[in-house]
């Protein structure tokens, strides 16, 4: 195994290892919420069972803990819309026939607005002071956000990856990533999703054709990072 400069870590991954600096690493943990992971909420209402997803909640701590100890620029993002709802499209809103919609009143206050409980982070995983929050009307974090300009700022080419859903807003966030030019990992014991089969896909995807959206490990190989 080659030498690494002091800062560089690599963690065995697939297609191959990731290396990373970890002064040019951020770790971007998706939608940690509650409207997500408990019922009442988003998730739910789109008739999901949400206990997949709070199985996601003690690996993400110990992936975000492990990022905290490590000095890693962490960012925390949300899916959440403006109260009058000017973010959020008709398209996206109109969906599907959920038991309430986004901007409906629920068990955790109106779905994935920014400002009610349940657009808020589960317990536990909040931003600390100092790191990143993104608000995001979309399901990638790169669109409609200050994302790009947060990154590129602290001079960020890499990006590890934890957070729900999987498939949704993970791999599309993940792919917008990815076509901006970062190296991205997505942490597989730290996301999930509603499906277990669609997570398995995603992580086959990202992976296949030698890394063609990025690289994905196991979360006890980045610990050891
Ligand atoms: N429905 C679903 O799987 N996900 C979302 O709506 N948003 C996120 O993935 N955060």
């Known amino acids: 195994m080659s030498e690494l400069s002091s800062s560089v870590r690599r963690v065995s991954a697939q297609p191959r290892p990731f290396e990373f600096d970890v002064a040019r690493t951020a770790l971007v943990m998706i939608d940690m919420q509650r409207d997500f992971v408990e019922p ?5 209402s789109l008739g999901n069972d949400v206990s997949r997803l ?16 490590r000095g890693l620029l962490v960012v925390h993002t949300r899916e959440a819309h403006r109260a009058d709802l000017s973010d959020c499209p008709p398209a996206k809103r109109l969906r599907g026939a959920p038991s309430m919609r986004i901007g409906d009143p629920g068990p955790m206050g109106r779905i994935l ?47 590890i990856f934890g957070g729900v859903t999987t498939e949704v807003c993970v791999q599309t966030t993940m792919r917008e990533a990815n076509d901006r030019g970062y190296d991205a990992l997505l942490v597989e014991d730290a996301t999930g999703s509603y499906f277990p089969e669609f997570k398995q896909a995603t992580i086959e995807m990202i992976r296949a054709q030698g890394g063609i959206v990025g690289w994905t490990a196991r979360l006890d190989e980045v610990l050891k990072a």
């Open 40 to 44: 009442g909420g988003f998730g739910e």
């Open 54 to 69: 709070a199985a996601v909640v003690p690996p993400a701590l110990e992936l975000l803990g492990w990022a905290r100890s």
């Open 113 to 159: 607005i920014d400002g009610e409980p349940g657009a808020g982070f589960v317990d536990g995983l909040e931003p600390l002071a100092g790191e990143i929050e993104i608000v995001k009307p979309g399901k990638g974090a790169f669109y409609n956000t200050t994302l790009t300009h947060s990154l590129l700022s602290r001079r960020i080419t890499h990006l």
